[in-house]
């Protein structure tokens, strides 16, 4: 009987054994952890260039306003978003005398787009901003007289 213990006694120590190194395994596959990775993205505005296509007739007291339109310039090789592109005065140069932004009104300068723009050049359309000459009528206005506004236009 001493012989049929020591025989059980072995079975059951193998068996611990092996559920050991069993649940040694399943531990090895099951662990947890945590870690930290960075990914990037690129900034397609860099390539996006937004033309005015429009062509404007010099302004004077009392013109009407003038739509402002054009396209894009899109180099990314991908397709880029754009929901809006925002016109400003940046400059105005010329003239014959004392001329500034001031004399000029920009109206609805953000201009909704909301659009895929493919790439390539002359793509997509934008439109809606209005300039005029504003009209000072007690202020002479003539250095304004060949004067030249520079518009930026800005996307997001």
């Not at 649940?23 to 996006?48: E, K, V, Y």
């Not at 010099?58 to 003038?66: I, N, R």
Request: aromatic share 6%; with cysteine.
């Amino acid at each position: 009987m001493l012989k049929f213990t020591k025989r059980r006694a072995f079975v059951v120590l193998g068996l611990v054994a092996a559920l050991a190194v069993a649940g040694a395994a399943i531990a090895f596959w099951t662990a947890g952890g945590s870690g930290t990775g960075t990914a990037s993205t690129s900034n397609p505005s860099t390539q996006l260039t937004v033309n005015q296509t429009g062509t404007l007739t010099a302004m004077y007291p009392g013109d009407a306003a003038q739509t402002l339109s054009g396209n894009f310039d899109n180099s990314t090789g991908n397709s880029v978003r754009v929901e809006t592109v925002t016109a400003s005065i940046s400059s105005v140069t010329g003239g014959i005398g004392s001329c500034d932004a001031s004399d000029y009104t920009l109206s609805s300068p953000v201009m909704g787009v909301h659009a895929e723009v493919p790439s390539g050049s002359g793509v997509s359309n934008w439109t809606g901003a209005t300039i005029q000459f504003n009209d000072k009528a007690a202020i002479n206005q003539d250095g304004c007289k060949g004067a030249t506004v520079h518009i930026s236009y800005a996307i997001s």
